[in-house]
């Protein structure tokens, strides 16, 4: 009597209650096995189509595959490590690096998945991540080809490391040139505004800049050397507002530790604007930098700024805004994939030597940098500024108080290694409770840039 026939005969004979009992329970395994057998069958199939198409570079394909096959068992190692890999080399680095974190938690024994973690931090540049899981594969895989593979990129990056100590330049230039549209010419090379420093005019200008420093290494964590920029700007029409600024001054870097380097800066400025002395002022600008890893870097700041104004023909009052600037601030930095995101706050406190010129003021920045990939760049920035006055201004009865909103895009492309031209657009509106100092104003660029 077969299988089938027994469990008739108990079904027709009434059997007893613990046999039906004994039964049932065995339909169910069959009917579960047969269902845990389909499911089984899918998921092989998906994989197998998916992994082949992987092998054969048809990252779309592959795609198609290891998602259904995911879907079948979505806690799946290999299904999410090959799928990782394929988004990665599909160009969405950002989910595939998901999913092979997920597949490295489900496996934390699997070197593959050690592997291709190790190669996607390494192509994104971020060696010591990378160096970290290659060793992770040499420990798990000894003596296989994965372990050949983790070896050679670790070589590999202690090359680069070696290569980049040796020729790593201790040197920069740069000379930009281009024009500028400007629909409310605005003086503010010191950020600070002047009632008749507000053009209410549009006009056109040629901008040149200059910036060249030279930092030797005095010790392997340790390097200091002068820098210097030059910036001239030329008015079609608005002569007044021609800028001419000179700035030497020092830096210093010095790396505390691995993930933890100091640099500061002295930079001394000399303006003029319209041909006639502006300004001159001495600045102190120290940053510590904090890499946490991962692509997250966090960047301290302090400033303090001397200020000495002088009086000229357009602005007779100058010298009531000398004085200083303190200034603290906190920038993190976000690199993901392609794209790299950075937020800051800052506070500064201004004090002159007249009271309706002091303020406190504080500022937040979002700012985004996307590689689109062929050596075109896409920056994106917002920026709130809010200036507190201490007293009121001449004529007003209140203390002023502006609101600055600035808002700015820019498209970069790069030729070569040394030549890059970006296109750009910035939009400024300060809304102050002093009707004098209110304007709204709209820059569109085109620059062109040497470096070396």
């Known amino acids: 009597m077969t299988f089938e026939e027994r469990i008739l005969y108990y079904l027709a004979t009434g059997g007893n209650r613990n046999g039906i009992t004994t039964l049932l329970l065995i339909l169910s395994l069959i009917v579960s096995s047969t269902a845990f057998a389909e499911e089984t069958a899918k998921f092989d199939l998906h994989i197998t189509k998916g992994t082949l198409a992987l092998d054969q570079k048809d990252y779309a394909r592959a795609i198609e595959n290891l998602k259904a096959a995911l879907k079948e068992k979505p806690d799946d190692p290999s299904a999410n490590l090959y799928l990782g890999i394929a988004l990665c080399n599909s160009g969405n680095e950002q989910e595939g690096e998901k999913l092979l974190k997920k597949a490295l938690k489900l496996d934390p024994l699997s070197g593959r998945t050690n592997l291709e973690l190790g190669i996607l931090y390494y192509k994104r540049g971020i060696y010591d991540e990378a160096k970290d899981f290659f060793e992770a594969v040499k420990n798990l895989s000894p003596g296989t080809d994965l372990f050949d593979m983790a070896k050679n990129y670790i070589r590999e990056i202690e090359r680069k490391e070696r290569r980049g100590k040796i020729i790593e330049k201790n040197w920069a230039f740069s000379l930009t040139g281009g024009v500028q549209y400007d629909s409310n010419v605005i003086l503010e090379p010191s950020d600070g505004v002047l009632p008749e420093g507000i053009s209410r005019k549009s006009d056109w200008r040629g901008i040149i800049y200059l910036d060249a420093k030279y930092t030797p290494a005095l010790t392997e964590n340790l390097s200091i050397g002068p820098t210097y920029s030059f910036y001239q700007s030329l008015h079609k029409k608005l002569d007044d507002f021609n800028v001419q600024q000179y700035l030497p001054g020092l830096i210093l870097n010095y790396a505390i530790s691995k993930n933890l380097t100091l640099r500061a800066q002295y930079t001394y400025e000399w303006t003029s604007v319209g041909g006639e002395h502006y300004l001159s002022s001495h600045s102190i600008f120290p940053t510590v930098t904090i890499a946490e890893g991962g692509g997250f870097f966090t960047a301290l700041l302090y400033r303090y700024q001397q200020k000495d104004f002088e009086n000229t023909t357009l602005f007779v009052n100058n010298t009531e805004r000398n004085g200083s600037n303190n200034l603290i601030g906190i920038t993190q930095y976000i690199c993901i994939s392609r794209a790299t995101l950075s937020l800051g706050y800052s506070h500064d406190v ?29 920056d994106l920035s917002g920026k709130y500024y809010q200036k507190d006055y201490k007293a009121e201004y001449p004529g007003t009865a209140e203390k002023r108080k502006d609101k600055t909103t600035t808002y700015s895009a820019n498209l970069t492309k790069t030729f070569g290694s040394n030549f890059d031209i970006t296109a750009g657009w910035l939009h400024e509106n300060n809304d102050s409770n002093t009707d004098i100092f209110e304007y709204k104003r709209d820059i569109l660029t085109f620059l062109m840039r040497v470096h070396l």
């Open 350 to 378: 201004d004090t002159t030597d007249t009271n309706y010129w002091s303020y406190k003021g504080n500022s937040g920045n979002l700012d985004l940098r996307f590689d689109l990939g062929e050596k075109w760049v896409f």
